[in-house]
């Protein structure tokens, strides 16, 4: 059940109606909001339901466990069982086809003539960001950060709630679980911007994103040789903004639907591609993701409070486990290494600046610098993307090269290809002080003009949209 459906649209209704006739019956309405959210995983495989039951009931009463053992020993050896029964399923269904796969091939190398028969697993949406969030909850139960769930029924909807549940925001436990417990709200100004998000978020997916995806960049990526250089590069700026559109228009409509059930999420997005150097960029883009790497991984190495040497090993770990989060290939893998490097690299010369007393200095930096930084910051990420787009790494390379060849022909780059790009550059490049003006414009709007705009959304969306929803980008992590 897609977002970008009307499948979605009747469900949810139906969810808020519901969910606020039964706002005061607080234990009725959890069970109700529970059991909407395996309902609309159930959607996608109904076989993999029971998966996300057992990961979390584990989770919760090893969690207890934790909490009721002041035997230092004993907590740890709960705190490793949990963490290897979660890694254990997403290592199975996310890496198990990856793996034979690896092993085949290197016996093919070796001469061996294999002929094995085995079962390829399907993944199961969504596991990596219900995995990860579980996870959270015990690691900070462990480190006493977090008091354990009273609930089973409240830690059952943490993990599943359906809004964050197959793509994110990977929501903390200490932030979400608390909201279970305290009576919903929701007031005009939060319904409106609400609304606003989700508007919003449509517009980005449907109207931008699939349409770059299904009538330019997939056509490039597919087979690269057909195109110039010049209509390559502008693939390559289409993914860049595709995949922002696709995953931060997906975040906005969760976020605005939670806030339509009296939820609060995080913010997840913060116009990543306005970053001057790689750090600010992982503190714009996918920031639940970010900071839980930076969190659970990358201190649990021991961060950046040991010497230079460790602390470039724990950002290259961390961002190569990162790159393989994503999915089980080596060019994800090598998308996180480029990420790493880049990391490590700007830490390096950060610290060579503070030694000298360059850096820190409170000074207003100059225009000039700071849109060189932002330039070489966003075709460093377009780099990447190339990787993290690319089927293979004969893919990628064949990309390059085409690249490579400077031509400038441009026969097959439609007119509304340009207008979806520039759209997307421009929105996302758009001041956020007017980005906020305007969503305070909707806001205090007479519902009447809020309908009539939200109505002229819904237009555009229908005129704009392809033959089929396309899925989210990340509903394959």
């Known amino acids: 059940m897609l977002f970008n459906t009307l499948e979605y649209a009747y469900f949810f209704a139906a969810v808020f109606v519901i ?30 339901l029971p998966l996300i039951f057992v990961s979390s009931t584990v989770d919760y009463w090893l969690g207890k466990k934790i909490a009721a053992t002041e035997d230092a020993r004993a907590r740890k050896r709960w705190l490793v069982g949990t963490v290897l029964v979660n890694l254990g399923f997403l290592g199975f269904f996310k890496y198990w086809n990856f793996g034979v796969d690896q092993v085949l091939a290197a016996g093919q190398l070796l001469g061996w003539h294999l002929h094995p028969s085995y079962v390829r697993v399907a993944l199961p949406v969504g596991i990596s960001f219900f995995t990860f969030e579980s996870m959270s909850y015990v690691i900070d139960v462990y480190r006493r950060t ?66 770059l995806s299904v009538n330019f960049v997939d056509r490039v990526f597919a087979q690269p040789s057909s195109y110039s250089a010049l209509e390559v590069l502008l693939a390559i700026y289409g993914y860049a903004v595709q995949i922002y559109c696709d995953f931060s228009g997906y975040t906005d409509i969760a976020i605005g639907c939670a806030a339509l059930l009296g939820v609060r999420f995080p913010t997840n997005f913060d116009s990543p591609y306005k970053a001057v150097n790689i750090q600010d960029f992982w503190n714009r883009w996918h920031i639940s993701l970010s900071t839980w790497l930076r969190d659970y991984l990358f201190h649990s190495l021991g961060g950046a409070f040991g010497s230079t040497a460790r602390t470039v090993r724990n950002f ?162």
């Open 146 to 211: 977090t008091r354990p769930c009273d609930s089973y029924l409240k830690y059952l909807l943490f993990v599943a709630f359906f809004p964050h549940l197959v793509s994110g925001p990977i929501v903390r436990p200490r932030d979400l679980i608390p909201q279970f417990e305290a009576p919903p709200r929701l007031d005009d100004g939060e319904g409106s911007r609400a609304l606003f998000l989700i508007a919003n978020g449509l517009i980005k997916k449907v109207v931008i994103s699939d349409y």
């Open 19 to 48: 969910s606020w006739l039964l706002s005061r019956l607080r234990i009725l309405r959890l069970l109700f909001l529970l059991a909407a959210s395996y309902f609309f995983y159930a959607q996608w495989n109904p076989y993999y």
């Open 316 to 477: 290259l770990i961390t961002m190569l486990l990162g790159g393989l989060w994503h999915g089980a290939a080596w060019t994800f893998v090598f998308w996180g290494l480029l990420h790493g490097v880049a990391l490590a690299a700007t830490f390096v010369f950060f610290s060579w600046q503070e030694q000298r007393g360059i850096r820190r200095r409170k000074r207003k930096i100059p225009l000039w610098r700071r849109a060189f930084g932002v330039f070489l910051t966003f075709h460093f990420v377009c780099l990447g993307w190339v990787f993290f787009r690319a089927e293979s790494f004969t893919m990628a390379w064949a990309v390059l090269r085409r690249l490579a060849t400077f031509t400038t022909y441009h026969p097959n780059v439609p007119f509304w290809v340009v207008a979806a790009l520039v759209a997307g550059l421009v929105s996302h490049y758009t001041p956020d002080k007017l980005f906020s003006r305007i969503q305070q414009g909707f806001v205090r709007l007479p519902a009447v003009l809020q309908g009539a705009a939200l109505f002229g959304v819904a237009c555009l969306l229908y005129y704009a949209a392809s033959a089929q929803a396309v899925p989210f980008v990340y509903f394959q992590f």
